[in-house]
């Protein structure tokens, strides 16, 4: 998918919500444990009823791959069900991966070949041999991490050089390794002085933000300081979307959150045209 | 596994090779592409004929995601073939993974518990709280990038910070999250003076070193730099190995190349003692 594709699909939905599919199976509904494949039922019916709010469905690699064999089966059958029935639809794999050059162009091929996902994002602590391999690939989008919001983000990220941080400092490096219609940046939303800077050096990629819940407690204050003239940021919710409720209408409870986000970013959208 | 008992294969079989199943199907024997699963055919050989010379095999999960579900599931069959067959053997999952704390969890869910591997190698670049929940299975090693040997090693390990390198700053962070019992670090082979340095700031840990070619040039070099007392080091050798031929007699070929550098290794550990 083409960035061009996924800004028209934003203005036809009036939203750049993400859904974060972190299916655990400790987490979903008991009744779906008779299911052959209890996390893609899951993922099916949280897919078809919150499809018509987000612009972006996000698989964090780390659930599926906890259970093995089986979690990539059910990760391929998620990716699969989405590009299928839902093309239009954003696709990101969250996988933090990057190697050595040779590795690195194994990992762009499975993610964006193997298994078809839209967009990857990579750690750029190797740097730039690392990175260059997944920006190879044509109408694929290649997602840094630019600076996370945990608090471990303190070790290095947020160490100084030159001045100024590191995370910095690998964005201004990684700008010339891509251009903005191939790469975006992981931007933790806790951190809004943070995002302004960022936001200053790159005007125009797109950030993919996670971390704001359904309370949108942040959402005007990300937005603030994110968006650009071409929108510009995709935000990522996950658990208080997916798990708003354990019972058999889980479905329709993600969906009803899901539209909470998606009609406060509309009304976003609408304040600044 | 605990390092004692990898100590103990260190010393009975008078090498501290590590063989990288690095296993790719452009590059494995022709007449290997009949088998019902090509990549597990080519690693069960591998290891049938190469154990006796080596103590860790290496599987670097890249070549076998690059397969989708199905390097998965040879990946699975080669590490369970690892742990029947030769459970003295030290098994690192080559990932790189590394995330916020609740993700991280996964990861080492994944590769310690459901994939059964020894240890998993980390990108450190989130920093201590996307580390830690590696260091809470026991039993386990995680393994830290500590310094790489590509050319990307510039844009963030070694920028400077402190009036020291990255690299170094997080080495010495990262002593405080684990020891030497659970922790390990991967450091490049073509830089012996940044060797010297590491090994001054943690002296007891082992470290995984890649990059040395069948040709042993730089193995006494590093050797002489990065042995420790406790010997130490762990050296890996992946593509000069397994692709030493590519007729009837591959895993033959493989064995002779390894045979090789555990001899030279013998010779080394024979010297310090």
Redesign the interface.
């Known amino acids: 998918m083409k960035l061009d594709d996924l800004l028209i699909q934003i203005k036809i939905k009036s939203s750049f919500l993400c859904i974060g599919l972190?299916t655990?199976m400790n987490k979903i509904p008991k009744f779906l444990l008779n299911e052959d494949d209890p996390i893609f039922s899951f993922n099916k019916s949280i897919i078809d009823h919150t499809n018509k709010y987000c612009v972006a469905y996000k698989l964090?690699t780390?659930?599926y791959?906890?259970?093995?064999?089986d979690?990539?089966?059910s990760m391929?059958k998620t990716i699969d069900y989405i590009n299928n029935n839902y093309p239009e639809i954003f696709t990101i794999a969250d996988a933090?991966?990057?190697?050595?050059?040779n590795?690195?162009k194994?990992?762009a091929?499975?993610?964006f070949t193997?298994?078809n996902f839209d967009s990857l994002t990579i750690?750029?602590?190797?740097?730039?041999?690392?990175?260059k391999p997944f920006l190879e690939f044509k109408n694929k989008i290649t997602i840094l991490?630019g600076l996370?919001s945990?608090?471990?983000?303190?070790?290095?990220?947020l160490?100084?050089?030159?001045n100024d941080y590191?995370f910095m400092?690998?964005i201004k490096?990684?700008k010339l390794w891509g251009d903005h219609n191939n790469m975006m940046y992981v931007v933790g939303a806790t951190k809004t002085e943070f995002i302004q800077k960022i936001r200053r050096e790159i005007p125009d990629h797109f950030l993919l933000v996670p971390g704001v819940g359904a309370q949108g407690g942040d959402l005007n204050e990300v937005c603030k300081y994110a968006l650009n003239d071409n929108i510009g940021i995709i935000i990522n919710s996950s658990r208080s979307i997916i798990y708003a409720s354990t019972n058999e209408g889980f479905a329709i409870a993600a969906a009803n959150q899901a539209k909470i986000l998606q009609v406060q970013m509309s009304a976003i959208l609408d304040e600044r045209n």
Chains 1, 2 share one sequence.
């Open positions: 972190d655990d964090n780390a659930f791959e906890s259970r093995g064999v979690g990539w089966a391929k933090k991966r990057a190697d050595i050059g590795t690195s194994m990992y091929q499975s993610f193997e298994m750690n750029p602590y190797m740097g730039s041999d690392s990175v991490l996370t945990n608090l471990g983000a303190e070790d290095i990220q160490k100084t050089s030159n590191i400092e690998m490096s990684s």
